[in-house]
């Protein structure tokens, strides 16, 4: 019963690369999330997507793409990489909009 | 003024005593309010959901919900060490947009 799966884990990222945030589930949820959370701050959601090849900006967009090819997976793209980007990143999914949000593990992302 | 605000704590509890958690949000809008429970590097966790006005009771957890005064409450009976966590207030609004607020540590001692 795996839920939402994110890879990697941990990340330590140069300032000026780029990187793809994986995540997967299994529930089949149409609707998922990405979120960041820095110290000591609440969830911030960057992209969120109703369902495959439907996405949508959230609160804080800015360097960050994504995709929604299948049902399942929705990663996260950062280009040019930058140390204000260094955060906690939860990718979440949902069966609808106003129904509870399952968190994957997260991925720590550090960019120096 | 914040869109979900929460005291960041700490609360601080003796085991066995009730803890109670609260809320407050902007949007009167709001339809569906949840409870997160996160543990230091972990993810959240659902706790509770509630959608309407009332109480909902779910073993120790009891959620509250007073839309006139737009305020939402956790409460924990009984509590335990293992309660020990911060605990995220989150409301959605608007079509999915979910708001967190920036969470209440709460500490249960021995």
């Known amino acids: 019963n795996a839920g939402v799966t994110q890879t990697p884990k941990f990340r330590i990222l140069k300032i000026g690369q780029s990187m793809t945030l994986q995540c997967t589930q299994d529930?089949?949820?149409?609707?998922m999330y990405w979120y960041r959370q820095d110290p000591g701050m609440g969830l911030k959601l960057i992209y969120y997507?109703?369902?495959?090849?439907?996405?949508d900006k959230g609160e804080v967009p800015n360097g960050y793409n994504v995709s929604r090819s299948t049902t399942e997976d929705f990663p996260l793209r950062l280009e040019l990489a930058a140390p204000s980007q260094t955060s906690v990143y939860f990718c979440a999914s949902s069966w609808g909009p106003n129904q509870p949000q399952h968190f994957g593990d997260g991925t720590r992302l550090s960019i120096l | 003024q914040k869109e979900v605000e929460q005291n960041s704590g700490p609360l601080s509890v003796p085991e066995g005593a009730i803890a109670s958690l609260n809320c407050t949000y902007s949007?009167?809008?709001?339809?569906?309010f949840f409870w997160y429970r996160q543990y230091s590097g972990k993810s959240p966790e659902l706790i509770m959901f509630?959608?309407?006005?009332g109480d909902k009771e779910d073993g120790r957890f009891t959620a509250q919900l007073n839309k006139a005064s737009q305020y939402v409450s956790l409460l924990i009976r009984d509590s335990q060490p293992s309660d020990s966590a911060t605990y995220l207030c989150?409301?959605?609004?608007?079509?999915?947009?979910?708001?967190f607020g920036t969470g209440t540590r709460l500490l249960v001692s021995p």
């Open positions: 997507s109703v369902g495959a090849g439907i996405t």
């Open positions: 509630i959608y309407s006005n």
């Open positions: 989150a409301v959605q609004g608007g079509f999915q947009k979910l708001v």
């Open positions: 529930m089949n949820h149409n609707y």
């Open positions: 949007d009167r809008g709001s339809q569906s």
